[in-house]
T-cell receptor, first 113, second 119 residues
Framework: DAKTTQPPSMDCAEGRAANLPCNHS???????VYWYRQIHSQGPQYIIH???NNETNEMASLIITEDRKSSTLILPHATLRDTAVYYC??????????????FGTGTLLAVQP | GAVVSQHPSRVICKSGTSVKIECRSL??????MFWYRQFPKQSLMLMAT?????????EQGVEKDKFLINHASLTLSTLTVTSAHPEDSSFYIC???????????????FGEGSWLTVV
């Protein structure tokens, strides 16, 4: 699986948008970009994923560059409960294959009051 | 989203004993489940992949005889830590991949995690 690079930590003011970057310059054509977050002492929570188009759901938006070498997760109105480690993962999706998730070090997002 | 449940959430055992952690997919069938371990302030490390009805596939460096994985049904996988030592104390997390008709619905969902303390 391709590796990702994320900043180790970021701060964001409560109520403002949080923009979390991720570099995945060696991503291949059949790899999706997945975002998970882990609040302290809990299992990771699925946020969003995409292949090449921008995606939006009730939690966040995912912006993927045209060359697919980087992406940004946007939390439109961060709250204190969004404080967590955010993981950007690229994952092969091949029908019938294992398609496992390999975690990097992630970004610790601290939402400040 | 889909629900994955782990039990127990916390367990303390004595050195040399074995402890079993269960992982259940509550509202979907999961032919594939994954087990991770996480030490404090570190990222999740994939230990093994279990497929229903077959032997688990272990990641490099993970002892298969120490971490026994059984995936006997489409909704249950178990991890047994055998002959536990204090260095096995960790946060163990399972995840399950939903089997959906849509290919893009191949999302993996995680359990709440299980804290193991070996004394």
């Amino acid at each position: 699986d391709a590796k990702t690079t994320q900043p180790p930590s970021m701060d964001c003011a409560e109520g403002r948008a949080a923009n979390l970057p991720c570099n995945h310059s060696t991503i291949s054509g059949n790899e999706y970009v997945y975002w998970y977050r882990q609040i302290h002492s809990q299992g990771p929570q699925y946020i969003i994923h995409g292949l090449k188009n921008n995606e939006t759901n009730e939690m966040a938006s995912l912006i993927i560059t045209e060359d697919r070498k980087s992406s940004t997760l946007i939390l439109p109105h961060a709250t204190l409960r969004d404080t967590a480690v955010y993981y950007c993962i690229v994952r092969v999706e091949v029908l019938g294959a294992t398609n496992k998730l390999i975690f990097g070090t992630g970004t610790l997002l601290a939402v400040q009051p | 989203g889909a629900v994955v449940s782990q039990h127990p959430s916390r367990v303390i055992c004595k050195s040399g004993t074995s402890v079993k952690i269960e992982c259940r997919s509550l509202d979907f069938q999961a032919t594939t489940m994954f087990w991770y371990r996480q030490f404090p302030k570190q990222s999740l490390m994939l230990m093994a992949t279990s497929n229903e009805g077959s032997k688990a596939t272990y990641e490099q460096g993970v002892e298969k005889d120490k971490f026994l994985i059984n995936h006997a049904s489409l909704t249950l996988s178990t991890l047994t830590v055998t002959s536990a030592h204090p260095e096995d104390s960790s946060f163990y997390i399972c995840s399950a991949r939903g089997d959906r008709v849509e290919f893009s619905g191949n999302t993996i969902y995680f359990g709440e995690g299980s804290w193991l303390t070996v004394v």
